[in-house]
Structure formats: structure tokens, C-alpha cells
T-cell receptor
Framework: AQTVTQSQPEMSVQEAETVTLSCTYD???????LFWYKQPPSRQMILVIR??????QNATENRFSVNFQKAAKSFSLKISDSQLGDAAMYFC???????????FGKGTHLIIQP | NAGVTQTPKFQVLKTGQSMTLQCAQD?????MYWYRQDPGMGLRLIYY???????DKGEVPNGYNVSRLNKREFSLRLESAAPSQTSVYFC??????????FGPGTRLTVT
């Protein structure tokens, strides 16, 4: 089974500080994609950032960036200048090159301390 | 542009009752998905449809059936609900190899 592991059930960070959420995955495919989704209390799943496995350059979206280590099968999310609105569950997910569904980790609950 | 819509938003069933969760997308995506989310878990794939006319089992298909009615609509049916099916259900769609877009979810309670 291809799994996604998030080892931090909960993280806490002070507002305006930087926090890194960890994710490791297992896959036998060479063509795959990695995602971070945010789920606020409204339960809506919101895409934060995506990374194609064939790209060496780490993806960046404003205050959000990833550290993609393909050989180590690691895909961490860094949130800079944390804001109160960043408080949510964050899920790491892996998808293949075809139409298969995503495999999700169990999530990390991010708390922002004012 | 509504994206992915799901009905109903909430539902309470008694054990043994049946119901169908409806999902529609207006983004002209080929692939559609049904997931369930239980407390302390990420989303788990129930069924998916790679294209109109095809459906495939995911990780947790037991107790469910699906129908890809047309390119826009993908329904999930519980024939005989069980308490273990109490969960939040998400429908999603995507263009192959890109991110999935999720509906708002349906909270289902089976008593």
C-alpha cells in the first residue's frame, strides 16, 4: 500500500513566526504529484500548494513553500509569517499520474497563538 | 461558477435505511471521486470514476455503490446504512494529474 505519514498530530506557533509541517510518503511510481490541503473548521478542503515529482524546484505560493526531498520521500510545508487565519487542519496528499484518487495523511492540527 | 456541489449537507439515518448522496461539478472535469473522513483520519477513497461510463473501487468500497450519471454527476448510494458509515463524505473532481477540487461535504449520522 502506498502511504502518506504526517508525524505531527498538532503544532503550535506564535503569530508572525514560521512553522514547518512534516510529511513523508511511500510510492513505487515515478510519475506522481504531492499536495498540501488546508481544512478550516468550515470543513472545506482548500488547496494550499502542489508539487510535481519530476520538478526539482520547490514550489512556492506567497507565504507557503515546500521542501521536497525526492530521494528521502519527504515533502514538508513551511508557513512564513503565520497568521490567525492559517489555523486549520493541514493534510498532505499524494496522487499518481493517472486518474486514481489521492492518498492522504492523517493531518496536522495547526494552532496559531496570538 | 459553483465548482463542486453536494446534497444534502446533513443527514441522519436509522440503521438499515438507504440514501443517495448527490454530487455535481460544472468544471467539465473527466474524473470524479468520493471520499469519507472519520475523526482523526485523513480522507479515504471510496470509489472513483476516471471518465463518464467507468467506475472503480477505492480503499474502502464495502457498503457503497456509485453511479456516474453523466459527465457532471456522480452519486454515492448506501443501500443499508450501518453506524460504521457515520462520517463526513466529500465529493471531488479533477483534470487528470492536477489537483482535486472538493465539494463542501455531507455530514452523515447513522443511529
Amino acid at each position: 500500500a502506498q502511504t502518506v505519514t504526517q508525524s505531527q498530530p498538532e503544532m503550535s506557533v506564535q503569530e508572525a513566526e514560521t512553522v514547518t509541517l512534516s510529511c513523508t510518503y511511500d510510492t513505487s511510481e515515478s510519475d506522481y504529484y504531492l499536495f498540501w490541503y488546508k481544512q478550516p473548521p468550515s470543513r472545506q478542503m482548500i488547496l494550499v500548494i502542489r508539487q510535481e515529482a519530476y520538478k526539482q524546484q520547490n514550489a512556492t505560493e506567497n507565504r507557503f513553500s515546500v521542501n521536497f526531498q525526492k530521494a528521502a520521500k519527504s515533502f514538508s510545508l513551511k508557513i512564513s509569517d503565520s497568521q490567525l487565519g492559517d489555523a486549520a487542519m493541514y493534510f498532505c496528499a499524494r496522487g499518481g499520474g493517472g486518474a486514481d484518487g489521492l492518498t492522504f495523511g492523517k493531518g496536522t492540527h495547526l494552532i496559531i497563538q496570538p | 461558477n459553483a465548482g463542486v456541489t453536494q446534497t444534502p449537507k446533513f443527514q441522519v439515518l436509522k440503521t438499515g435505511q438507504s440514501m443517495t448522496l448527490q454530487c455535481a461539478q460544472d468544471m467539465n472535469h473527466n474524473s470524479m471521486y468520493w471520499y469519507r473522513q472519520d475523526p482523526g483520519m485523513g480522507l479515504r477513497l471510496i470509489y472513483y470514476s476516471a471518465s463518464e461510463g467507468t467506475t472503480d473501487k477505492g480503499e474502502v468500497p464495502n457498503g457503497y455503490n456509485v453511479s456516474r450519471l453523466n459527465k457532471r454527476e456522480f452519486s454515492l448510494r448506501l443501500e443499508s446504512a450501518a453506524p460504521s458509515q457515520t462520517s463526513v463524505y466529500f465529493c471531488a473532481s479533477r483534470v487528470t494529474s492536477y489537483e482535486q477540487y472538493f465539494g463542501p461535504g455531507t455530514r452523515l449520522t447513522v443511529t
